[in-house]
């Protein structure tokens, strides 16, 4: 659904003479708006996507085109729109400037002097409002979709409408601390993927069409966590886009997972005896559980201003291991000696019962799971 480079060129490369040089490989480069850029300083500004539109005044500054071409593949633009004539010529796009373009998969395109960038930008601008409004109506209905089960007949039609038919295999893949979403769009578009992208609750919602694509699913991961910051949440395969609202729940609960175990990536298929949380139909009973072994302990945190919760959590996550919780707390061994004895006292138990650490553990769950 991403306006792409190649539909911007489909759209007007014909009526303003525009000419591809290089980096045709990114033609599938998602686009988020276009961007007239004459002054190398105000590229910092750019937040990713840009298609960048330029005459080449910067030269005037002593600044080369390889160098500016060079800061905009940086802040992750999807290409440059030269206009030739007055301060750069065809032959200023050298074999140099090329190969970097080819390299990045940056196209490089250029357009006639006596083409009024106003008209362009008018018609790109049009054409990219026009999308993000489908793409807005889409996301709509994704999201009212996600919160309701089944899904309304209304809602489903619509994205029939969009091409995600209702009986085929999705997955969901909840994304924290994604930036820039052209970071994945561009990939996902070059391998020709069915999917829509939308953010929600300060996270995005990634919709992935399993038919559209034989990549297995650790290649998409691989593409989506291209820096350590990111943490995902992966569901299980549904049939029926009517299911959505489950698989979303799946997901969360296994990006909560991924947070609470300190993972890039937890997998909703591999959460084991975890998953019998969605299978309990009874909240009321969950929560009894939960305070009937961590309810007094959280209580006292709340009382007392402690971190015994926490000290408690990454405690069971690390097997039990004094020295392994004071590395991960950056806490002196003896003071996480002490904190554990005194949540002993609190919760009146010891804790070398694997029944007990199982008990206690399951409950961190069921905290991760009321909070989705």
Known sequence: MHTQVSDLYGHAGEKYNLRICGGQSGFNNSVSWVYLAEDIQNISFLKGGELVITTGLFTQSSVRLHEFISALIMRNCSGILINVGKYLHPLDITPEIRELCDRNSFPVFTMPWEVHLVDIMQDFSILLLQNNQREEQLDVSFLSALYQSPVQENLLRTMNQFGFATSSDYRIIVIRNLQDSTRITSPLNGLGLKYHLFEHDHLHILILSLT??????????????????????????????????????RARFSLAAAVLWDRQIVNFDDMGLFQILFSSSDPALLQTIYERHLGVLEQYDTLHDSDYMKTLRIFLLSDCNILDTAFRMHTHRNTIVYRMRKI?????????????????????????????
């Open 212 to 249: 559209s694509t034989r990549l297995p699913l650790s290649g998409i991961i691989d593409l989506i966590c291209f820096c350590d910051s990111i943490r995902l949440g992966v569901s299980d395969i549904i049939r029926s886009l009517a299911d959505i609202s489950a698989s979303y729940k």
């Open 344 to 372: 002993k006292d609190i919760l009146n138990t010891e804790l070398d019962n694997s029944e007990v650490k199982f008990n206690l553990l399951m409950a961190f769950y069921l905290k991760e799971y009321f909070s989705i």
